[in-house]
């Protein structure tokens, strides 16, 4: 069974740092692009990075931009999400996806989820 799993939330201040990882197993995801996403209590799941299979393409929105860096080492099949400057506005459950489409910011294009990790931001 593929499974996508996250790790490396938790509780911070703001303006403090987090490194999220996700390490899939089942298959390796090398071909891929990898994408994080986010969900707050109450709101749509959104948007938050991507990177393309070599690295040499990555795609941020707008909320995230010069905060948040996504990186991938397929040698160990993993996907990092290093969170900087973290706000309130931040909390959620972060999710690890992958997708064969290019570019994609829609969840319905990623064909494979992780189970989401907590991150909370205090003010």
């Known amino acids: 069974q593929v499974q996508l799993v996250e790790s490396g939330g938790g509780l911070v201040q703001a303006g403090g740092s987090l490194n999220l990882s996700c390490a899939p197993s089942?298959?390796?995801?090398?071909?891929?692009?990898m994408g994080w996403f986010r969900q707050a209590p109450g709101k749509e799941r959104e948007f938050v990075a991507a990177?393309?299979?070599?690295?040499?393409?990555?795609w941020y929105d707008d909320f995230v931009k010069g905060r948040f860096t996504i990186s991938r080492d397929n040698a160990k099949n993993t996907v990092y999400l290093q969170m900087n400057t973290l706000k309130p506005e931040d909390t959620a459950v972060y999710y690890c996806?992958?997708?064969?489409?290019?570019?994609?910011?829609?969840?319905?294009?990623?064909?494979?989820w992780g189970q989401g990790t907590q991150v909370t931001v205090s003010s």
């Open positions: 996806a992958a997708s064969r489409k290019t570019g994609s910011r829609l969840v319905y294009e990623y064909d494979y």
């Open positions: 089942g298959r390796t995801f090398g071909s891929y692009v």
């Open positions: 990177i393309n299979r070599n690295s040499v393409l990555t």
